[in-house]
């Protein structure tokens, strides 16, 4: 498969101003692969070795079984069940099992075909946003208009902005300041509304506007979490 991420001009995720952007982002691609895994990459040799190598998360097998046909999900799955027998389970256990092999099976656990591209495409797709943010004025006010970006996002993209193909030492200090204002302004304001949303279970709140509190418990699960 193709780097997803040249097909999608940056302006499209941006543009919006629906919650993060990238969540949006995340979500797209994750959505893309899902549907690739139990589809086209079925032609593709070289993916089921890396699939029957690393498995996938319980988010991405549940997602690959709810949108991809059985057929293609049991394939899958044979010969990466194959795999595991061949690797890890010994034809007789004699004493003690090998610890390679225990470490080999918790690795297996910990590992996601799904996540491993998706994080693989964010990398990509930051570097475009740095570089575009970097040149300056429309898109970085595209940016400073979106309505926050995730506590997640923040972590990732804060850390990203140092690292190969981040932002310039010279202009970090403004990325660092406007992506803090996107995520502590909406922070203060979901918290305010939280407190809001309390204060409306007094019984001295009786008959008083909820404002924007009303889905504020949604909201916070978002932002703290990411997209579901
Ligand atoms: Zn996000
Ligand atoms: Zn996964």
């Not at 001009?9 to 993060?20: A, E, R, S, V, Y």
């Not at 797209?28 to 498995?55: H, S, W």
């Not at 570097?127 to 898109?139: P, Q, R």
Request: aromatic letters at 10%; a neutral charge.
């Amino acid at each position: 498969m193709k780097e997803t991420i040249c097909t999608i001009p940056i302006n499209d995720i941006f543009m919006p101003k629906d919650g993060c952007p990238i969540c949006r982002m995340e979500d797209m691609l994750e959505k893309q692969y899902v549907k690739f895994i139990t589809g086209d990459a079925m032609m593709e040799p070289n993916i089921r070795i890396e699939t029957n190598k690393k498995g996938f998360c319980h988010r991405h097998f549940s997602q690959m079984f709810t949108v991809g046909q059985k057929l293609p999900n049991a394939l899958i799955l044979e010969s990466h069940l194959q795999e595991i027998i061949d690797k890890y389970m010994p034809a007789k256990l004699k004493g003690k099992p090998d610890k390679k092999q225990l470490e080999g099976i918790r690795e297996e656990l910990s590992s996601c075909y799904v996540c491993d591209r998706i994080a693989s495409d964010m990398h990509h797709f930051m570097a475009t946003v740095f570089a575009e943010w970097v040149k300056g004025e429309e898109f970085r006010k595209l940016y400073n208009e979106q309505p926050f970006i995730c506590l997640k996002h923040y972590s990732f993209i804060m850390s990203a902005a140092t690292g190969k193909g981040g932002i310039s030492s010279k202009l970090l200090p403004d990325f660092y300041a406007e992506t803090a204002a996107l995520t502590k302004n909406y922070l203060v304001s979901l918290k305010a509304d939280i407190t809001h949303f309390c204060s409306m279970f007094d019984y001295r709140s009786q008959g008083q506007d909820w404002g924007t509190s009303k889905d504020s418990i949604e909201r916070s699960i978002a932002f703290l979490t990411g997209t579901d």
